[in-house]
């Protein structure tokens, strides 16, 4: 997809002035939207007050900075890895965890010198998240895309979503193939790496669930501030004029280098965090257009694998745009688990969260997977 901004050179020239004067006016205050604690060797980017508890705000180091004392703090002179440092892109698209990195690998968050995690990663021979509590001799798969909340961010891989929900399974292999940062672009390019789909055979039924946030939403469209806190780096859809599907179009920071510096240069500005400036607006449309790659992967998931597998949309708890992509779902007879209005996530309750962070816990697994297995056995997804 290109980016939904269709604005000649002459319409960037009033947001350029404005960013320069505003770029200008905090350089010379020394304020930015992240700033550092002051101490050299310490590698946490602190976040204004303000910002600690909003949600999707509560940020981490790990994809703006790496540091230079890992090495020094490691007693068993093994290299911690920060979480960005896993994955590489391939040439369409795919990102895919390196080869160096097949097997066990540490995955670590220092804050104030505090070890918050330090969590062995293991990835199986075709570059997946391995899950837990597998069943022996079953035919019959529950695939999960979405995106480090899906993953596993911080937790062990008995501790992850999707290894919560194969503990609850006796029927169904659930296979992880969600990465730290991914969306509904990944998923879609993932149908064309045959590698991800190894041991996923066509005949034996089963479901694709995808994990739709907000910030799913914001990936797909490429939203500034997105793309500039962390995503320069990521992948992104354009729309092929003939089939009308969205397919791989590049990555931003090296296929749409004018709106990354752009978005670079707002994602630093306090004053357009503070009155909540963002580029593009996410109104009907591009939720539509958001949606209809959703269909799209659906297309292709009962393509493969036949009309009678199930798709199944999750809807994330407390996000109002979720609520606004409803109708969309149901003109394009996608089939959605509306947790919208759940209350399970409760940002007060810190037993649900990883400290400094917004992942959730083994514990908000543990409760969402429960509620999960149980609406797809009440729906009739699942065979008892």
């Known amino acids: 997809m290109k980016i939904p901004l269709k604005l000649s050179i002459l319409s960037f020239i009033p947001l350029l002035l404005l960013i320069f004067i ?70 369409n698209g795919y990102f895919v965890v390196k080869k160096d990195f097949i097997g066990r690998h540490k995955s670590t968050r220092i804050v104030n010198r505090e070890v918050v995690f330090d969590r062995i990663y293991e990835f199986d021979d075709n570059r997946r998240r391995k899950t837990s509590f597998h069943p022996a001799n079953v035919d019959r798969h529950l695939i999960v895309f979405g995106c480090s909340n899906v993953f596993g961010y911080g937790l062990d891989e008995i501790d992850t979503l999707p290894s919560q929900i194969q503990k609850r399974l006796k029927r169904d292999y659930v296979f992880n193939l969600a990465r730290s940062g991914g969306s509904i672009v990944d998923a879609i390019v993932t149908f064309d790496e045959t590698k991800a789909w190894q041991q996923i055979r066509p005949s034996a039924g089963g479901v694709l669930f995808f994990f739709s946030y907000q910030l799913h939403m914001e990936r797909f469209v490429g939203r500034m501030r997105n793309i500039g806190s962390w995503n320069k780096d990521g992948a992104f859809l354009r729309k092929n004029k003939e089939s009308g599907e969205y397919e791989y179009g590049g990555i931003f920071s090296k296929n749409q280098k004018i709106w990354t510096i752009l978005s670079l240069m707002i994602s630093q500005s306090a004053f357009l ?47 109002s745009l979720n609520r606004l992509i409803i109708p969309f779902l149901e003109k394009y007879k996608i089939f959605y688990l509306n947790y919208a209005d759940f209350r399970l996530q409760d940002y007060a309750n810190s037993d649900l969260f990883l400290k400094y962070d917004g992942h959730p816990s083994p514990e908000y697994n543990r409760l969402l997977s429960e509620q999960l297995v149980f609406d797809l056995h009440r729906n009739g997804f699942l065979t008892p």
């Open 22 to 91: 505003l770029t200008i006016l905090e350089m010379s205050a020394r304020v930015g939207w992240f700033k550092w604690n002051g101490n050299t060797d310490n590698i946490e980017v602190e976040h204004q007050e303000n910002q600690l508890h909003k949600k999707y705000q509560l940020l981490t180091d790990w994809s703006w900075r790496k540091s230079s004392n890992y090495e020094q703090q490691d007693t068993e002179k093994e290299k911690l890895l920060v979480e960005s440092d896993f994955y590489e892109a391939l040439a």
């Open 273 to 319: 965090e503070e009155i909540s400036f963002d580029w593009p607006p996410l109104d009907e449309n591009l939720l539509e257009d958001y949606v209809r790659a959703i269909h799209q992967l659906q297309s292709k998931y009962k393509a493969r694998y036949g009309s009678k597998n199930y798709f199944v949309v999750y809807l994330n708890p407390g996000e």
